[in-house]
Structure formats: C-alpha cells, structure tokens
C-alpha cells in the first residue's frame, strides 16, 4: 500500500520504512478458499490468524521498530485509518521516541475509546460503508474478526465499495488496490481502548491531513477527532492539512502527500 509515497519520499531524499503488523506481509492468511474459484461456504468456517491479534500486539511491534530506527534520526510516525490507533498506542508507550505523529484520515480518539463506539456517533452517518454488510463472510462474533470478500465479482458490490473508499480511481486501479487488501480485520483491535493520553501522546507534536471526500472516515468525523484532541491539549494543537481525495485516493497523489511530510519539523 505504501509503496508509491515511499517513492516519492525517496525522491525527495527521505528514508522511509513500511511497518507490517502482526499476522500481516508473508505472514497474512489467504486460505484457498478464498481464491479462485471461491468455497465461501468452506472460507465462512476458516479460523482467522488474526482473531487473537490485540491493538497491544500492534503497538508492541511498532515500538520495538521505532527503538531500532530512532537510534538513526528523528521519528516520524505516520498511521492512516485504523492505522491511527497503532501509532497512537506507541505516542503512549515511547513518547521520548517519536519526533511527530501524522494521521491520514486516522482514528485519533481521545473522548470515546475506540473506532467502534465513535462510529455510532452523528459524525459518522456520511459513511458509505453500511451497503456493504453484504460483502461479509461469515460470523464476526464467533470468527473474532470482520472478514470481507474483497474478491467479489459482483458488480453492484464492487462499485459501492469503490465509492465508499476510493472514488476518485479509475476502476483497473481499484482493483490493483483491492488485490493487496487482507480480508480479515481483527475485532479486538477496533474494540480496544486507543486514547491518546494528555501526558503522553498529548506532548508529541502531531499532524492531521484530512481527506475531504472520504466515504469511509467522513471529513465530519475527521474534524471531531482533530477538534477533540485540540481540546485535551490546547498548548499542542493539531497542524492540519487538507487533501481533496477519498480514504485511499490519497496514494494516487502521493507526491503531494510526500510534500506535506517532507516540509514538517521534527
């Protein structure tokens, strides 16, 4: 996913490195039934490898990276979407270590406790993510995670999902987008407690680059979380930029993404 801001980043002279989280990279689940031709009866009952993953996992490997790394330089810690909660965890755990946390459209909670309550919130309701509960497979509940079949054929399905997450792609580069997505999504990692705490998180300079036309984290939702946070640390505000771009589009324009990252202090 990483890929074209990591070159961009190159060409503008920055070292930049893209971190896998636990049971993702080479070791991602994609059971055979979940490719072609598909048994999504058979992937339904599939026990998931990340159903034991906690946002702590998470954290715990990004943490052990950033020790590594911070030896060479200043920390730039950057987390799109769910990734959020991750580098919000490590703005926890390593404060000392991180130069600037940077959110892209990223879950940056502070007053509720996780992804899953704030998305029962109004902020929420321009989402285009409910059409979708078709693209599920499976029990979520007894799986432990949510399993999406991102390797539908149906038409109908493909063409919500692309407005819900990266309208402003042609419909070949979604599907190269769709083909490096994991299907499952850990339940315990959107249900953890991810907050920001004031004497921690709190005392790192951070950046928000909001995405305006997101279907997915909605710009509404977007700027509760930045105002929220602006609000538990007032001598510590937010520095934001804005990007007219949908919840992946941004990657299509990574070139002004690296500019923005490229331009912060540290």
């Known amino acids: 996913m990483w890929t074209p801001l990591q070159r961009e980043l190159a060409l503008l002279g920055q070292r930049s490195l893209a ?30 490898k990340l159903a034991g993953v906690t946002l702590r996992d998470n954290v715990d ?12 330089g200043p920390v730039v810690l950057v987390g799109a979407s769910l990734g959020g909660t991750t580098i919000t965890g490590v703005g926890n755990a390593v404060p000392d270590l991180v130069s600037r946390l940077v959110y892209i459209s990223g879950w940056s909670c502070v007053q509720r406790s996780n992804p899953v309550e704030y998305m029962q919130e109004p902020e929420f309701e321009g989402n285009l993510l409910a059409p979708l509960a078709a693209l599920n497979v499976g029990d979520p509940a007894a799986l432990g995670v949510g399993r999406a079949n991102y390797r539908t054929a149906d038409p109908d399905m493909l063409a919500a999902l692309k407005a819900s997450m990266m309208a402003d792609a042609t419909d070949e580069q979604f599907r190269a987008f769709l083909n490096i997505l994991q299907p499952d999504e850990s339940l315990a990692v959107m249900m953890s407690d991810a907050r920001g705490h004031a004497d921690t998180w709190g005392t790192i300079a951070r950046t928000y680059i909001r995405l305006t036309e997101d279907r997915s984290l909605p710009v509404a939702m977007q700027d509760r979380l ?9 001598g510590n505000p937010y520095d934001v930029h804005t990007l007219d771009t949908s919840h992946v ?6 070139a002004e993404v690296a500019g923005i990252l490229g331009g912060l202090t540290v």
Do not use: K, N
């Not at 490997?61 to 060479?72: F, G, I, L």
């Not at 589009?249 to 990574?254: A, D, P, T």
């Open 61 to 72: 490997m990004v943490v052990d990276v950033v020790r590594r790394v911070a030896a060479h």
């Open 226 to 234: 930045i105002a929220e946070c602006d609000a538990l640390t007032p």
């Open 19 to 48: 971190v896998d989280l636990p049971g993702h990279g080479f070791d991602a689940q994609y059971p055979a039934a979940y490719q072609a031709p598909q048994d999504l009866d058979a992937w339904a009952a599939e026990p998931s």
């Open 249 to 254: 589009g941004f990657l299509l324009r990574s």
